[in-house]
């Protein structure tokens, strides 16, 4: 994740354009027009909707990515489009030279997210990714103690993070959402890569997955929004990974089994229960009939969230203008991708085993299964699914 080489050109601020002005597109439009995002100016907006871009009559407007890069108006792009789209835009926008910041997902599936990371050639364009959770406080806390190795090995990890309800309208909010051809899965791939990436960035990457999906179990949908699924890791850790978007309230806890005790990140708070003797053994001096450890309550101060969202796009300008090192280059994306696309293809196939790296032309083959049988959202037939299908087949 290093920064970026000096642009050949002066610079003292970034033209940005944003691609896609839907609900996330306008979210960023206005953290950028309200003057939270230092030396960067929103000059720029794409959408093939026209009437989405008419609230913002100070952007030029643009009906395609194609316009946008030709009028040569911008430095950088955010692309926030349905997410077929930020592998195919993702590339015009590399090959056309301009630096990149991608809503996550990166890509849909694993062969999409390498032919994007491909075309990232030149390494002075920056290339990250909008993957805000990794600025949260809590999360870097504990990434720090797993990684600095203060909590020993770790043994087991279970993560519930069933609190991203959704409504049935929420659904209906875009004739391309919780479709297959439109979105290309549900709860995974549009709730959970902030959680997966963040799974993988604090723990690493596992060398077999187990997915257990319902499709539909809670809201009218083809894809799935309750997700069960085993992590084996190869020095022998496990993990449990649990979502959902029809449980309400929901919980988000985060539970760590490791050699130093066991730590929990539940409402805002880490509790650390630390055993006194390192790496767990038995404890001759234990008054405990069984010999186990005598532990104590360590705090781990966390303080708020974090810059999120307004976070990453300044660490994304600052890496273009001072070649700071990124919080969340793109190239990493992939792996929250394959976790994702691992889950699914085990349910896909009787909760089979999945070994990593997932077959990235075996998923495809798969999803575009899916891709076939996918029925539109009714509620927007007039969705950008059809078009969105080209980059799978």
């Given at each position: 994740?290093?920064?970026?080489?000096?642009?050949?050109?002066?610079?003292?601020?970034?033209?940005?354009?944003?691609?896609?002005?839907?609900?996330?597109?306008?979210?960023?439009?206005?953290?950028?027009?309200?003057?939270?995002?230092?030396?960067?100016?929103?000059?720029?907006?794409?959408?093939?909707?026209?009437?989405?871009?008419?609230?913002?009559?100070?952007l030029h407007g643009f009906a395609t990515p194609g316009d946008l890069f030709a009028a040569q108006d911008v430095d950088a792009v955010l692309i926030a489009t349905?997410?077929?789209?930020?592998?195919?835009?993702?590339?015009?926008?590399?090959?056309?030279?301009?630096?990149?910041?991608?809503?996550?997902?990166?890509?849909?599936?694993?062969a999409d997210a390498r032919r994007l990371i491909a075309a990232h050639r030149d390494r002075r364009q920056v290339f990250a990714a909008m993957f805000n959770q990794r600025t949260d406080p809590f999360y870097q806390a504990i990434r720090r103690l797993v990684q600095g190795g203060e909590l020993g090995a770790v043994r087991r990890v279970s993560w519930t993070i069933t609190n991203w309800f959704r409504t049935h309208a929420y659904y209906g909010l875009g004739g391309w959402r919780a479709t297959w051809a439109g979105e290309g899965g549900g709860v995974l791939l549009n709730?959970?890569?902030?959680?997966?990436?963040?799974?993988?960035?604090?723990?690493?990457?596992?060398?077999?997955?187990?997915?257990?999906?319902?499709?539909?179990?809670?809201?009218?949908?083809?894809?799935?929004?309750?997700?069960?699924?085993?992590?084996?890791?190869?020095?022998?850790?496990?993990?449990?990974?649990?979502?959902s978007t029809g449980e309400a309230p929901g919980t988000n806890r985060l539970e760590i089994a490791a050699e130093r005790g066991r730590l929990v990140y539940e409402d805002d708070r880490i509790a650390w229960l630390r055993n006194q003797t390192p790496g767990g053994?038995?404890?001759?001096?234990?008054?405990?009939?069984?010999?186990?450890?005598?532990?104590?309550?360590?705090?781990?101060?966390?303080?708020?969230?974090?810059?999120?969202?307004?976070?990453?796009?300044?660490?994304?300008?600052?890496?273009?203008?001072?070649?700071?090192?990124?919080?969340?280059?793109?190239?990493?994306?992939?792996?929250?991708?394959?976790?994702?696309?691992?889950?699914?293809?085990?349910?896909?196939?009787g909760s089979r085993a999945v070994e990593l790296p997932v077959d990235g032309a075996v998923y495809e083959r798969e999803l575009a299964k899916k891709i076939a049988d996918s029925k539109p959202n009714p509620v927007r037939a007039a969705s950008p699914a059809a078009d969105l299908k080209k980059s799978v087949a």
């Open positions: 994740g290093g920064g970026a080489a000096p642009l050949p050109r002066f610079m003292d601020k970034i033209r940005l354009g944003i691609i896609g002005f839907g609900g996330m597109g306008r979210f960023h439009a206005a953290n950028l027009l309200g003057g939270k995002v230092a030396r960067c100016e929103l000059v720029a907006a794409c959408d093939p909707v026209a009437a989405s871009l008419e609230k913002f009559p100070q349905p997410h077929y789209a930020h592998t195919t835009i993702g590339i015009a926008a590399l090959e056309a030279g301009l630096h990149v910041l991608v809503e996550k997902p990166v890509s849909v599936h694993r709730q959970c890569p902030h959680n997966l990436d963040l799974f993988q960035w604090i723990f690493g990457m596992p060398r077999r997955v187990t997915g257990h999906c319902t499709f539909g179990r809670y809201h009218d949908i083809e894809v799935e929004d309750d997700v069960t699924a085993y992590f084996e890791y190869p020095d022998g850790c496990h993990a449990t990974f649990i979502a053994e038995f404890s001759r001096s234990s008054p405990d009939p069984f010999g186990r450890p005598d532990t104590e309550i360590v705090p781990v101060p966390a303080d708020g969230h974090g810059g999120q969202h307004v976070a990453i796009l300044q660490n994304f300008v600052d890496a273009i203008l001072d070649g700071v090192p990124l919080i969340a280059p793109a190239e990493e994306g992939i792996h929250s991708v394959e976790l994702a696309n691992a889950i699914l293809l085990s349910a896909w196939t």
